[in-house]
């Protein structure tokens, strides 16, 4: 299977935003419920927050507010629309199915958070 193809990363200061782009193959996104994953450091990587087929969404609590998830069939791509930055949002941001398809992940996309 294809990995997926994460994007849109990058370095912002506190309280701004990135919107990240996650693509795939059709053959992984069909009727897939989609996740945005992160990971720091000597840390686990946890769901941040996820998107069904039909566009029901879910998140961390830390996220809510601040976070979209959005998604495009038709395209194969899922979006993450990040808002008031913080400090601890700052990880590596991959995408992928939830459950996990552990053949799937991609390379992420790095997003710092600093002054």
């Known amino acids: 299977q294809r990995r997926l193809v994460e994007s849109g990363g990058g370095l912002v200061q506190p309280g701004g935003s990135l919107r990240l782009s996650c693509s795939g193959s059709r053959n992984v996104f069909s009727y897939t419920t989609i996740g945005w994953y992160r990971q720091t450091p000597g840390s686990q990587r946890e769901l941040v927050t996820y998107i069904t087929f039909d566009g029901r969404s879910n998140g961390l609590d830390s996220v809510k507010g601040r976070f979209t998830i959005s998604r495009d069939n038709d395209k194969n791509m899922v979006y993450l629309q990040m808002n008031d930055l913080k400090p601890e949002d700052a990880a590596v941001y991959y995408c992928?199915?939830?459950?996990?398809?552990?053949?799937?992940w991609g390379q992420g996309t790095q997003v710092t958070v600093s002054s």
């Open positions: 992928n199915a939830v459950p996990v398809n552990s053949l799937i």
